[in-house]
């Protein structure tokens, strides 16, 4: 099976400028969870889906948004870039989002540069 | 909210017995995560604790105490290729949240 996917893999973006990032869960997994990653820091939590529906939302701006789709992929919008949101930003895939659950498993990121 | 201490670095030798700790204040808890990653890679899945106590895999083993805010993951048998980023990270009662700390960078020596 395949493992969580993310597109694109880098990306160079301007000031002002939005992006969107997608993401692909591990077939069968129903929620998927954002973070961002500053180089030398630990991810942050940035929102969690599960079944379309937004579960958790960590301290980011409303320029942050997000959505998941019917087949439980996910994207993530941010607009008016500002040059702190260059970061890698990670996708995690669980199973379910209820509390028993613990597997999560990152994609392998997709690299944001903000010009 | 949470907060994560972790060392920023440790150095060990190839072979050898490292431990890496970890507190945490936590205004909910639901579980401390254990994860590596290689730089410019993504975080790789370690271990899970959230009852009291050691668990084990392999070379790998973490350790919890609730009422501490304590943990530590203790890998034996060093290798080169166990270099790498260690993150720990609480898990929110919202069960999709986890809060990480800034990661222990690991350094295995000849």
């Known amino acids: 099976d395949a493992g969580v996917t993310q597109s694109p893999t880098h990306l160079i973006k301007t000031r002002g400028q939005h992006v969107t990032l997608r993401c692909s869960p591990i077939?069968?997994?129903?929620?998927v969870s954002w973070y961002q990653q500053v180089l030398g820091q630990g991810p942050q939590f940035i929102f969690q889906?599960?079944?379309?529906?937004?579960?958790g939302r960590g301290n980011f701006p409303d320029r942050f948004s997000a959505r998941q789709f019917p087949n439980y992929s996910s994207e993530l919008n941010v607009n008016a870039l500002l040059l702190g949101d260059s970061a890698l930003y990670l996708c995690?895939?669980?199973?379910?989002?209820?509390?028993?659950?613990?597997?999560?498993?990152f994609g392998p990121g997709t690299r944001l540069t903000v010009t | 909210g949470q907060n994560i201490d972790q060392p920023t670095e440790m150095t060990a030798t190839e072979g050898a017995i490292v431990q890496i700790n970890c507190t945490y204040q936590?205004?909910?808890?639901?579980?401390l995560f254990w994860y590596q990653q290689h730089a410019g890679e993504a975080p790789t899945f370690l271990s899970y604790?959230?009852?009291?106590g050691l668990e084990e895999k392999g070379r790998f083993s973490s350790f919890l105490s609730r009422s501490k805010g304590y943990s530590y993951l203790l890998l034996k048998e060093l290798q080169m290729k166990d270099s790498a980023s260690y993150l720990c990270?609480?898990?929110?009662?919202?069960?999709?949240?986890?809060?990480f700390g800034d990661g222990t960078t690991l350094t295995v020596k000849p």
């Open positions: 936590t205004s909910g808890f639901n579980g």
């Open positions: 077939s069968g997994h129903k929620s």
């Open positions: 604790n959230v009852l009291d």
């Open positions: 990270a609480v898990r929110d009662l919202d069960a999709g949240k986890s809060t």
């Open positions: 889906y599960y079944e379309k529906e937004e579960r």
């Open positions: 995690a895939s669980s199973p379910s989002g209820g509390a028993l659950t613990y597997e999560q498993y």
